[in-house]
């Protein structure tokens, strides 16, 4: 009512409604952090001039992993805020699986130490990890079994119960599996989904169990199906995993309202030099989504989804959290506000982060001394191979003849070796099999970071090679290693075996030069030298996958072998 001064007015903006997608000329008026009125002759303490930028609310990521930017938590808010991100539900899935319940401590208290003029310029929203291990196929650093679950969830440290990969358990009323997400539901917090070309009467019954998102859909026919019944659809636009363009051709104006964007998996250099959510509004809005519908996908959608009272629009009593962009075509940001604070203007964050440290998710690389005879694989006659197909994370079953000499395979054209090494008890633990479809020759490159229990994982057709790797890998504390005869790099993840302490402008340059040397060894076009091989023993994602207690076929659930029985 304009009877005292504002703490801010935002003046010269084309303020965009989410509630009815229509854009208006006023002034946002700020007081205590709050939107207290959009209109025009407020008086402020502080005014800024917006010089005819859209303001939109900031945007929020429904479903990131920030270990896999490779960034500490400090580095990530600094791309991630400029970029105009206000919140992020954040699952640390993967570092949990190394750290445990410590890992997700120390994510939480990494992002509440950034402060600037009282605010904390990234929200997180931290999910507790519903699949530690995510199956019974691999070996991880941490067990959260229902019990612990229960306990934990109910803390002020956790929002909700993140991605539920072990989509078989849940449709096959495992007990712990339901326990969990009974925990989850009785302490009135949201469920997240992960349930690739999950469909008919098995989709039903994950949805009943109370899940409520989903970030896996193969296809538009598959998203149509989940918003059927009752999911919200999480539309991915990650480094890896690029289903942002093919997902969406399901919206219509009718269930656009449950469509929500995600980053999933999304690297240094993509953020910095693409952006975050930014990049998935311009990608809609080029491939002919309507720009109110895009902007409701990563605002008032997602606030809606996880009960963000206070988040997603411009209106009176919300958050004054606000992006200011150029257009609503490309999405540039030009600052960014948190609670009415400028967190970042132009292409600079104003906060500076501390960093936080802690021993827990340090020395995490325990493994036994490999020689090049463990990564020995006598195969002969038919085998099955894994094949990885270009710009995905999908696997296929190949099956091949292939014939031994001295106790190990002659590979074949094309073909190379993979192992995955256990990383937490020095158990000794490594699969392997066959890997076609890749291209490395001369070599063998590795990464600690392997979705989702973190073992190590090599790939190369030279045994000594990839012996060499796991050793580099072990004396890193984690990391990505190379070695292509007598050249060899490391470059170390000094956080779980999973992050850098590094400023992201020295990890973005350190893993592009890495990348390229790996990328020199001839690996295919459309394959990532490093992150692709982060998935092949992801035992949740069909076809075929590796982990070290050996070769899963993800479709029926089971551990195989490479050798087919004639």
């Not at 598959?222 to 009752?230: A, H, T």
């Not at 960014?336 to 501390?354: N, P, Q, S, W, Y």
């Not at 890193?476 to 005869?485: F, I, L, S, T, Y």
Request: glycine content about 10%; aromatic content about 6%; hydrophobic content about 40%.
């Amino acid at each position: 009512m304009k009877r005292e001064k504002c703490d801010l007015v935002i003046k010269g903006a084309k303020v965009f409604n989410v509630f009815t997608g229509e854009i208006e000329e006023g002034e946002i008026a700020v007081k205590n952090g709050k939107i207290v009125g959009i209109g025009s002759g407020y008086d402020a303490q502080e005014v800024y001039n917006a010089n005819g930028a859209y303001a939109l609310p900031s945007f929020i990521d429904a479903h990131i992993h920030v270990e896999s930017s490779m960034l500490s938590p400090e580095e990530f808010a600094l791309l991630s805020v400029k970029h105009g991100t206000g919140v992020i539900i954040a699952d640390p899935h993967e570092i949990v699986n190394v750290c445990g319940i410590a890992g997700a401590e120390y994510m939480k208290e990494a992002f509440s130490h950034i402060l600037y003029r009282g605010v904390n310029p990234l929200e997180v929203c931290l999910q507790l990890p519903s699949c530690v291990p995510a199956s019974p196929f691999e070996t991880s650093g941490a067990v959260l079994n229902g019990k612990e679950t229960e306990q934990e969830i109910g803390r002020d440290l956790f929002y909700g119960l993140g991605e539920f990969m072990n989509y078989p358990a849940v449709v096959g009323a495992d007990e712990e599996a339901l326990s969990k997400i009974e925990a989850a539901l009785s302490q009135g917090k949201i469920v997240d989904g992960h349930a690739p070309a999950l469909s008919g009467d098995a989709l039903n019954s994950y949805a009943a169990a109370g899940i409520k998102t989903d970030h896996e859909c193969v296809n538009a026919e598959d998203c149509r199906e989940k918003l059927k019944r009752g999911l919200y659809v999480q539309l991915r636009n990650g480094s890896s995993a690029h289903n942002l363009e093919e997902n969406a051709k399901a919206m219509t104006a009718y269930n656009f309202r449950r469509s929500i964007l995600c980053s999933d998996d999304r690297n240094a250099y993509d953020l910095k030099n693409h952006g975050e959510i930014d990049d998935a509004l311009k990608r809609l809005v080029r491939m002919g989504i309507p720009a109110p519908w895009a902007i409701a996908c990563t605002t008032l959608n997602t606030a809606e989804c996880y009960g963000l009272k206070d988040k997603g629009a411009l209106a009176p009593s919300y958050d004054a959290d606000i992006a200011l962009v150029e257009d609503l075509k490309d999405f540039r940001v030009l600052g960014v506000f948190k609670r009415g604070v400028l967190v970042a203007e132009g292409d600079k964050t104003l906060f500076h982060a501390e960093r936080y440290s802690s021993k827990e998710v340090k020395s995490t690389v325990k493994i036994k001394e490999v020689t090049a005879d463990d990564f020995r694989l006598d195969l002969s006659g038919k085998v099955r191979v894994m094949r990885v197909k270009p710009n995905g994370i999908m696997t296929e079953e190949e099956v091949l003849n292939v014939s031994s000499q001295k106790g190990d395979v002659l590979l074949p054209k094309g073909v190379c070796k993979l192992a995955v090494i256990e990383r937490h008890f020095a158990s000794g633990n490594m699969g392997k099999c066959l890997l076609s479809g890749y291209g490395l020759k001369g070599g063998a490159l590795g990464i600690s970071v392997s979705h989702d229990s973190h073992n190590l994982v090599v790939v190369g057709d030279d045994n000594t090679a990839m012996a060499r790797v796991a050793a580099l890998l072990k004396e890193a504390g984690g990391g990505m290693a190379v070695v292509n005869g007598k050249f060899e790099r490391a470059f170390a993840l000094d956080i779980a075996g999973l992050m850098s302490s590094k400023p992201y402008e020295e990890v973005i340059l350190e893993t592009e030069e890495i990348t390229a040397h790996a990328r020199r060894m001839g690996i295919k076009e459309g394959i990532e030298p490093f992150m692709s091989l982060v998935f092949l023993s992801l035992a949740v994602i069909p076809k075929l996958r590796l982990t070290d207690k050996g070769l899963v076929d993800v479709d029926k659930f089971e551990i195989t072998t490479s050798q087919i029985k004639e």
